[in-house]
Structure formats: C-alpha cells, structure tokens
C-alpha cells in the first residue's frame, strides 16, 4: 500500500486507537507492524480472528491477559545457566499465569455447545501449563527484591538465627550505652550501623576509655563510631550468618532458573502465543467500542458500505452514508457546497477499505460489503508547497502524475476537488481527461468537484455515475447525507438571496452565464423536485405498508382468539356430551338390575324376552354413543398406548372412564374394553394407559410441593459477608429448594472481593449434585461478583 495514502486517510490513528486497546508492550508491537494485506484468504482469516474476539467479548468478557511481559531475555539467561534475579522470576511466573488463565477461560467456553471459535480455541490449545514452576516461585518470591522465609528450610532456620543474633548484639550494646560508668564517655545513649556493624557514638576526645574498632568519625570529627570488644564476635557471627543467607538466596534464585530452562521452549512459545491472542483480542474490543461489523469481502472491486461511519468522528454527531461502487458503473463524482461533507465520505470510504483489509471490523451496517484491491491511492486536502514554490494545482498534479505512473488494474482512486486550482475550463477538461483515463483501466475511482461540466460528463457517459451532497436552501446548511444518481446544484444564488443580496445583482449575474449552464441549473433543481418528491412518495408507501403489516397481525391475533374460543365451545359440549352418556349408562345399569330381580322370579320364557329387551336397550345406547363420538366426541389421544395387552387398565377419553382390554388391538387398531357392566370397541387413538391410585396421589402431592416451592424460591440468592461456612450451609438448602421448584437456571451473588468466597462456591458447585454446569457472569449479569448455575 502507498504509505502517503496512508498517512493521507489517517490510518496511522487507527493504529493507535487499537494499541490503547492491548493489555501488554508484545501486543503493542505487533498492532505497530500490521498493514492492508491483498490476499483475500489471509484477510478472511484475520477477520474470523477479530469475529470470534467479538464474540467472545460479549458472552464471556475480557479474558484474563494482565500479566503478559516480554520474558526472552529471562528464557535465554536461563537457558545458558544463569540466574535469573526474583523480578525477572515473577515476569514469569505472570506469564505462566496468563496462560493457565486462558486455558480455563476457554474451557468454560468450550461447554457452551453452541460457541464455535476454532481460531481462539487452537491458539490456547497450544499453550502449556507450568503449575509447578508457578507456584514455586510464588511460593519463593514475594517480590522484586523480597524472598520468602518458605524458599527452603534451610533459607528460615537462617534467618531465625539472624533475628536471635541482632537481639544478642542489641541486648549488650544496651547494657553498655546504660552503663553508669560508660554515659560520661558517650555522645548519645543510641546504637546505630556503619559498614553493616552495630556500632555506638563515642566522643573524640574519650576514646581510649571504650575499648573497640572504630568505623566511622562524624563530619566534625568529635564523634567516633566505635564497635566495642563486647560485640565484635556478635557482630562477625552475625555477618556469617548474612554471607550464608546471601549464599542461600543465590542457591534458591538458581535452582528456580534451573526448573525454566527445563522448560524454556514451551514458555517462550507461550510468550509468542500470548502476544498473538493479545492482538487479537485488541480487534476485537476495537470493534466493539467502534460498534463495528465484519464486512463480506470480494475480489471484484464491489464497495457497497451501508451506513458508513468514519471511525475517527463523534459517532453520536455523525451522519452515516450509503455508498455503492463497481457493479453498474466504476467511477462516482461527488459534487455539492464546501463543508457538505464530500471530503469526510472520500475518506470514509478510503479508510474502511484500509481497515477491512487490515483484518479490523469495520463502523457500518451489518453485510456491507468491500472490495480487496491491490493499491488504493488518495489525492485529498491542500498540498500547497511553500518550500517547492508549488501552487495547490501544482502540488495536486504532481500527486495524480504520481498516482498514474502506479496505478494498475484493482486499484483504488480517491480524488478531492480534481482539476481545481486552475482555469475552470481547463481544469474541468484536465479531469475529465484523467477520469476517461482511469475508466479505460478499469480503475474503481471517486472524486469530488464543483465543475458543472463534469456533471454533465457523469450524465453522458457510460460506467460514471453521479452523486451529490444533500444541501438544505432554507437553512443554507448540509444534511451530509450521500445521494448517488443526482448530480448536486451549486445553489449559489439561492444561497445569496437567502443572505440578502439584492436581487438586481443575481438577475445580472444570472444573464451573464450561458444559457446552457442556466438551463443545466434548472433541469438539476427540477432533478432535486422530482427526487425529494419520489422520497416522500417513498417514506408514505412505506408508511402504509407499514401499517398494512400491523393490520395483518391484528387479524392473526384475531384468528387465534376466534380459534381459541372454538376449542373451548367444543371442549364444553364434549363434556356435555359425556355426562350424558354418563347418565345414560348409569340409567341403563340400573334399569338391567332391576330387570334381573324380576327375571329370577319368572319362567325361562320371560328371561329370553328380558335379555332380548337388554340387548335391544344395548344396541340403541351404543349406537348414540358412536354418533356422539363421531360428531363430537372425536377425541385423540397425544399419547396412543404401545403394546397394549390383555388385563391392563386404560382411560377411554371418548366416556372420561376407565376399563379393562379384554383382547390385544386387532389390525385396524379397535380393541374391546370392560367399562363397568359394558364391553364396548374403541380404537387405540381414543385411549392412554390409566395411572394407579396411589401413582395419581403421589403425583399430586409431588406437584403441590413443586408449585409451593415454584411460587415462593427466588432465581437468585445473596451470600456477600458470609464466610464459608455459613455460605454453604445456607446454599446447600436454596440448591434443594430450586432444584424441587423446577428452576433451571440461578444467579449466586458472591460480591468480587478477595475471591476467596467466589473460589469457595465454585468449587463446592463443581461436585454437587444439583449442579449441571456454572460460570462466572458477563457484563450485564454483574461479571466476576456473580455465578450463574444451570441446575440439572
């Protein structure tokens, strides 16, 4: 890419912007070397990368990368056996951190069935975790010129010694700074250090009266810092003892350097592995602060940016544009007023293009789409050369010279105001020179200009299109919204008749421009008419099909009601009808027992006129019970029993009772049934296997505890200012109480803290029995104070 147009389109602030985003120095000096690719494949690849960053940012939050150094010097020292100093240990034992961080931030991830982020997940895959190596030297060091009393026992029998050692030389240097008899030779009844000896102030002029060596003189000369005979021996076991803790920290210091060079490739490869999921979670949250959306990527040199952004203006102040190029035509000319924003959409353009080839996301509506192009050049702003003693017209030729000499098939062109700075007529036919040109190359080009002429030329010619800034008359302001297809009006008089100038003077302006350009004028204002016109006409038929869509879900909603209460009118007359069969049977049982008292007093005669009277009686109330079912009783089963046998109890829906099969269902699927004192043939749809009593019971006493807990148990529960002991003890019985009341999913409020009663609940929830999975929750959800648990 031409590094002027770069610095042209300010694709330099972008890269800023993006390393403010880098949590460490590796991930910075990555973001400084990356430029526009030109292999759609690699830029595809980059842009995957900065998706699934995205994505992950928004379900999971920023993963865990503070802590990333740049430990190469450490690895290398250590790797040829040197001793690595405790802060150079610590850098370290961040990074190994980092790294088992990343591996449990991604294992979370990873139980997510519906994640899929092939690139992130492979990169932490490779990384190594060095638990050991991090928690002997946390264990070790405590920090850059600290070590801990827990190195080695030998390092705290040391200095145990040391502590006794200090108090012995004290005591005695006390008991002669006290002394009746030694006061009078003294400066100050005080013990102090020279040259790492305890060691007391003697005055000059009595030291031949405190016996000892002396290791310092005061600037007056009239103090002596004496190191009495008493002491010397204390003082030099003392300084043994420091030379063997010395000597125990350096042994210490070595052995931990030993266990990284042990493992100096896999950290240094974690190193390299960091510094690239540093990169590219700076992408991502680059793109979320941006509001930005990976764009679909082509090779045909389409642009077609939907509510475009430029990525370094107030996103609340800024007015997006629609820009489309390289389908229908291949060169675009902007024309409208100074401060329209025709600059502003050149460079929006630019640096999106520079931005999605760079693998960054970029500000636009979803599916906006942007060409891959080998070169993009940009001629914009005034180049005048003071120094060269070059015009603006010349500075701009010698760029656009420089710009042809380069330019080659799949290219970019940005022009701002082509062919301005010179006589309008010759500069007007300079551009569109160089614009036929660049069309004959099939070059994507848009430039910006005030030249009528290059208007008409985009109305006459073939693959230039023109587009013009929107400009209010009555408030003599930009809208800065992009109109491709209608050529912008210059507005001049309009402008300066809303501003007061006398009218005599505009009528004799106007008459001393040609006729053509007047009448260009004004067939482009009557184009501005028609257009605002076809808008309205536009936003009303929209406004009615708007409204056409909501009537045509009032009438859904309709339909379902009517529906609705169709469903219940049936289901009332079903059950009607069933209390009428129900009766009906009652009736029937009834009257045969009767009949049966009667027939066991009469002759053999009367009992065969009887049950034919029975049969007869039969016959008619089942064949109104198969009208009924027929006509309203038509009742399926959600439920048809499988492998129905003979003795099981069914419930015919058809009669709301219950009975017993009397034989397996024949090949049509009818099975005969014993309701009562009736047998009767139903099909296998009309049935469903009846429950026990006692199943009935503990199902209702089961559901009414389910529906107690349901009503009363929270989604939620508080344990912030427990400690551990009682948190668990109150969790426990709101895992039991959720887990009867059916709910699926709770929030435990932990609070972040020191992490010790969020660490805590998490590993109790990992073997509890309740517990389906858990995480930590993302923004939103109150992120590291909260864990968010599926219940089994």
């Known amino acids: 890419m031409n590094l002027k147009t770069l610095k042209t389109l300010e694709y330099n602030k972008i890269i800023d912007l993006l390393i403010e985003k880098a949590e460490s120095s590796l991930g910075k000096e990555k973001i400084r070397t990356i430029k526009p ?69 991604i294992k979370e991830t990873k139980e997510d069935k519906a994640s899929d982020y092939p690139i992130i997940e492979g990169l932490v895959e490779e990384l190594r975790v060095f638990k050991s190596i991090e928690d002997e030297i946390n264990n070790a060091i405590i920090s850059d010129n600290e070590i801990s009393d827990n190195a080695s026992s030998t390092l705290k029998s040391i200095r145990r010694q040391i502590i006794s050692k200090n108090e012995s030389v004290k005591d005695k240097l006390n008991s002669i700074i006290n002394s009746q008899n030694n006061k009078k030779y003294l400066q100050d009844s005080i013990v102090t250090i020279r040259e790492g000896r305890y060691v007391i102030p003697v005055k000059a002029e009595n030291r031949g009266n405190v016996p000892g060596l002396v290791h310092d003189m005061s600037g007056s000369g009239a103090t002596l810092f004496i190191e009495p005979m008493a002491v010397v021996q204390l003082n030099n076991e003392l300084r043994e003892l420091e030379l063997k803790e010395r000597e125990e920290i350096e042994r210490i210091l070595r052995e931990l350097s030993n266990l990284v060079a042990e493992e100096s490739e896999g950290i240094a490869n974690n190193q390299n592995i960091l510094q690239e999921l540093d990169f590219v979670f700076a992408k991502g949250k680059l793109a979320l602060d941006m509001k930005a959306t990976r764009p679909i990527l082509n090779e045909k040199g389409y642009i077609n940016i939907k509510k475009g952004r430029h990525p370094l203006l107030n996103v609340a102040k800024i007015v997006p544009i629609d820009v489309y190029l390289g389908k229908d035509f291949n060169s675009l000319i902007i024309t409208g007023p100074n401060t329209g924003g025709k600059t502003v959409t050149l460079k929006t353009v630019g640096l999106l293009t520079l931005m999605a080839q760079s693998g960054l996301h970029i500000p636009a509506d979803f599916n906006s789409e942007i060409a891959v192009f080998n070169q993009v050049f940009a001629d914009i702003g005034d180049e005048q050369s003071i120094e060269q003693s070059l015009s603006t017209f010349s500075s701009h030729m010698v760029n656009i010279v420089d710009i042809l000499d380069k330019v080659e098939y799949n290219s970019l062109i940005l022009f701002d105001e082509l062919g301005a700075g010179t006589d309008p007529t010759e500069g007007a036919a300079l551009a569109m020179s160089i614009l036929d040109h660049l069309l004959k190359l099939n070059v994507r080009t848009i430039a910006t200009t005030h030249y009528s002429q290059l208007k008409l030329y985009a109305l006459t010619t073939e693959g230039v299109r023109n587009a013009s800034v929107e400009f209010d008359v009555e408030t003599l302001s930009p809208t800065y919204r992009l109109l491709i297809g209608v050529p912008g009006k210059s507005n001049a008089f309009e402008i300066s008749k809303r501003l007061g100038l006398q009218e005599y003077i505009i009528d004799y302006a106007k008459d001393l421009i040609s006729k053509e ?276």
Do not use: W
């Open 37 to 105: 690719l030109t292999n759609i494949q690699d830029i595809e690849y980059l842009q995957r990368e900065t998706e699934e960053a995205y994505t992950l940012l928004i379900k999971r939050g920023a993963p865990p990368l503070y802590g990333i150094h740049s430990i190469t010097p450490e690895v290398k020292r250590a790797e040829i056996g040197g001793a690595l100093s405790p802060s150079g240990l610590l850098r370290i034992s961040d990074s190994l951190r980092v790294s088992r961080g990343l591996k449990n931030y």
């Open 517 to 792: 350009n007047v009448e260009f004028e004004d067939v482009l204002q009557a184009m501005e008419k028609d257009r605002l016109a076809t808008e309205e006409n536009r936003q009303e038929a929209e406004r009615y099909r708007l409204e056409v869509e909501r009537l045509k879900k009032d009438l859904e909603i309709e339909k379902d009601k009517t529906k609705e209460m169709r469903d219940k009118i049936l289901f009332k007359a079903k059950e009607e009808a069933r209390d009428i069969i129900k009766l009906a049977k009652e009736d029937a049982d009834s009257i045969v027992e009767e009949l049966r008292e009667i027939s066991s007093e009469i002759e053999k005669d009367r009992n065969r006129k009887l049950q034919e009277a029975q049969d007869k009686l039969k016959s008619k109330l089942n064949k109104a019970e198969g009208e009924i079912s027929r006509n309203v009783l038509n009742i399926k089963s959600n439920k048809p029993p499988k492998n129905l046998k003979a003795g099981e109890t069914v419930e015919v829906l058809t009669f709301n009772q219950k009975g017993t099969v009397l034989d397996e269902p024949d090949d049509n699927g009818n099975v005969r049934i014993q309701v009562g004192i009736m047998k009767i043939t139903s099909h296998i749809s009309t049935l469903k296997r009846a429950t026990s009593d006692e199943e009935e019971k503990i199902y209702g006493s089961t559901k009414k505890i389910m529906g107690s807990k349901s009503k009363d148990i929270k989604s939620e529960i508080d344990l912030r200012g427990k400690n551990l002991d009682e948190a668990f003890l109150e969790l426990d019985k709101y895992l039991d109480d959720v887990y009867i009341a059916g709910l699926k999913q709770i929030n435990i409020i932990h609070g972040k803290g020191t992490g010790v009663l969020r660490d805590g609940i998490r590993g109790y929830l990992r073997s509890h029995r309740h517990v389906k999975s858990s995480r930590l929750g993302v923004y939103g959800e109150g992120g590291d104070g909260v864990t968010v648990v599926e219940i089994k």
